[in-house]
């Protein structure tokens, strides 16, 4: 599946149940969809083109939003352990769409990130949260992690 990111060689296993990529911030193999192509391909643009630490990013992150229990795609977390970004991917033929900001920003609630990223893989947004007011202004681009960082 073509994305608008580079192509990245991942480790993939197949068996009787289908095929899955190594998750490189999880440590194992994970079921290989459509949406986790996508975060496997984002992450490791982070990473490589980004600069960001490897050892501050998790995958698949839980929180606890009104009593029920989800899972934010990727946590990225600053220097001192704080959320910092966080990301949602969709499959490439979802369109993103006002429902996923929605669904961000609500994870973000929990989180306090800075930075929120939505990706499907083609289309790539990034806005950044104002922590007093809660008001937003997407980027032009994603900034290195250093850059995000000096974010106040």
């Known amino acids: 599946m073509q994305l608008n990111l580079p192509h990245y060689d991942f480790r993939l ?12 911030l999880r440590k194992r193999y994970v079921a290989l969809t459509p949406e986790e192509w996508v975060r496997q391909h984002f992450v490791e ?8 630490p490897q050892e501050l990013m998790a995958n698949e992150v839980t929180l606890t939003l ?12 600053d220097r001192a352990g704080q959320p910092l970004v966080v990301a949602e ?5 979802v369109k993103v769409s ?7 920003v609500r994870y973000n609630s929990v989180l306090r990130a800075r930075i929120l990223i939505v990706s499907n893989g ?3 947004y990034c806005c950044q949260i104002n922590p ?7 980027l032009p681009d994603i900034p290195n992690y250093n850059s995000i960082c000096q974010i106040t």
């Not at 991917?89 to 033929?93: F, L, V």
């Not at 007093?132 to 997407?138: P, R, T, V, W």
């Open 98 to 104: 006002q429902h996923t900001f929605d669904q961000i």
């Open 132 to 138: 007093d007011n809660g008001s937003y202004a997407f």
């Open 89 to 93: 991917y969709k499959a490439p033929t």
């Open 122 to 124: 083609i289309n790539h």
């Open 66 to 77: 009104n009593g029920v229990t989800r899972r934010c795609d990727t946590l990225v977390a």
């Open 13 to 24: 296993r197949r068996d009787d149940r289908g095929t899955a990529i190594f998750d490189r």
């Open 45 to 52: 643009w982070l990473i490589r083109e980004r600069a960001f």
